[in-house]
């Protein structure tokens, strides 16, 4: 494994800086994580089996710090002695903690790569202020855009949304990861460790550069209105949900030929006004899969919306083996 003896101390309090060790420690790496008296406060929190204790580990933390060891550091000057001592033999420290936290960390040794992980960074006016997943995400801009496509047409009067689950955190651990990466490989060269200062806010803006591009070279303002795909975009089956993107008539005219596509053509019209109406009726007495084989069987693109059922049965994943069953400590096996 690339990351093969090094060591790293995480110092953690939220999901980002505990991803970003759990890569470096899917990597190879040796990975300490501190902890205080009576646990890492994620150790308590969902989803979790619904009968296990609300004392034992919830699936979040088993996943984010599975191959991972932990030692746990108390206030008192023994402990601070502690985490000074492992910060000294450590490779890499990821921590996402203040100022005034990690000043108790001690000196970092110049063989030593520091990676901070704050909601804003650590410099500039916004560097002290805290944020929910909600402040960060929105703090990127891409939420002014959701819902867009065919949850805008449902919807256009919601007001903008986040997107799923705490997805802004873990952007941000994969870019410290590779930030990390870059540094180990540094100081193969040089002998030396970096400092890695890594937003939260500015790994989402990377992702909605072309947004800003458009705006600062174009000068155009996209709106949710005009993010959508005219008929297509986000469709209902019979057992879910599939995403179709700009289907061109040689596509269409493949389809009303099959024998799926039966009387599709008569219900579209010669003008093809009818074309929405039809698909979406034709797609609502389809499951997803059915619609996906035949759609992308014409070269269309088109994809399902996938429910954890559907990812656990799902071939291409079992054949890459990426789920893995692991101990959730009280014998109970958890994927």
């Known amino acids: 494994m690339p990351l093969t003896g ?3 101390l995480e110092v953690s309090e939220g999901p980002a800086a505990a991803f970003c060790a759990k890569v470096l420690s899917d990597l190879g790496a040796e990975v300490v994580v501190v902890e205080p008296p009576g646990g890492h406060p994620s150790r308590f929190g969902s989803p979790r089996h619904g009968d296990a204790p609300t004392d034992e580990p919830g699936a979040r933390f088993v996943y984010l710090n599975t191959g991972k060891a932990s030692v746990v550091i108390d206030d ?4 601070a002695e502690r985490l000074r001592a492992l910060v000294a033999d450590a490779d890499v420290v990821v921590t996402d903690v203040d100022d005034d936290a990690l000043d108790a960390l001690g000196p970092v040794p110049d063989t030593t790569s520091l990676a901070v992980i704050r909601p804003f960074g650590s410099t500039g006016p916004y560097r002290r202020h805290r944020a929910s997943h909600l402040t960060v995400f929105h703090s990127g801009g891409e939420g002014s855009l959701l ?3 065919a949850g805008w047409m449902r919807y256009p009067n919601r007001p903008p949304l986040q997107i799923g689950s705490d997805i802004a955190w873990f ?3 994969w870019n410290a990861a590779i930030a990390v990466l870059g540094a180990c490989f540094d100081r193969l060269r040089t002998g030396f460790g970096q400092w890695i200062d890594v937003s939260v806010q500015e790994s989402q803006l990377t992702l909605n550069r072309t947004r800003l591009s458009r705006f600062t070279n174009d000068g155009v ?5 005009g993010n959508r795909y005219g008929w297509a975009g986000m469709l209902d089956c019979a057992d879910g949900w599939v995403q179709l993107v700009g ?4 596509q269409l005219d493949a389809l009303a030929a099959s024998p799926d596509g039966a009387g599709l ?3 579209w019209g010669e003008d093809r006004s009818g074309v929405g109406d039809a698909m979406t009726a034709w797609c609502r007495a389809r499951p997803k899969a059915e619609v996906v084989r035949v759609l992308s069987g014409l070269g269309a693109p088109v994809g399902s919306h996938a429910v954890p059922a559907d990812l656990f049965a799902c071939e291409q994943l079992a054949h890459r083996g990426f789920f893995r069953q692991v101990d959730d400590g009280r014998g109970a096996p958890l994927l």
């Open 6 to 8: 090094w060591r790293v």
């Open 76 to 79: 008192g000057e023994l402990g």
């Open 147 to 149: 819902p867009s496509g």
């Open 171 to 173: 952007d941000a651990g």
């Open 221 to 225: 303002l996209l709106q949710r209105e």
């Open 247 to 250: 289907v061109t008539d040689r």
């Open 265 to 267: 053509a008569e219900a």
